[in-house]
């Protein structure tokens, strides 16, 4: 398995977890958290184009060097851990670690009440 399929996976074990109540988060936090994503997500949008430029030959002289290192650039900005690379599966991904914040915040509510159940029963 590839490292950016594993990393696919990650996010969505962790929606999984969260749809079967693996993990549950209050409201404020939740709010915190999807908002630093959305962010990100959002930020990525905007910039995309620009981003794209990487994608493309930096305008550098017709020297031998100058062709080899602009052929580098490329290269590495699209390969398998390079930054246009990592950045779509950020972008993709995101979206994910929010819907599974979602969800967990669906379980901190019936978490929170058998919580406060409990700790009503102990204090009787």
Avoid: C
Wanted: glycine share 6%.
């Amino acid at each position: 398995m590839t490292e950016d399929a594993r990393e696919a996976d990650q996010a969505v074990a962790l929606k999984r977890l969260a749809s079967n109540g693996g993990f549950a988060v209050d409201e404020r936090t939740g709010e915190k958290m999807i908002q630093a994503l959305q962010d990100i997500v959002d930020a990525l949008e905007a910039r995309w184009p620009a981003l794209q430029r990487f994608a493309g030959s930096p305008r550098l002289s017709s020297t031998a060097t100058a062709r080899w290192v602009s052929a580098v650039m490329v290269r590495t900005a699209g390969d398998d851990r390079g930054l246009l690379t990592r950045l779509q599966q950020a972008r993709a991904e995101l979206p994910t670690y929010i819907e599974a914040i979602r969800l967990a915040q669906e379980n901190y509510r019936p978490a929170d009440g058998d919580t406060a159940a409990t700790l009503h029963r102990y204090r009787a």
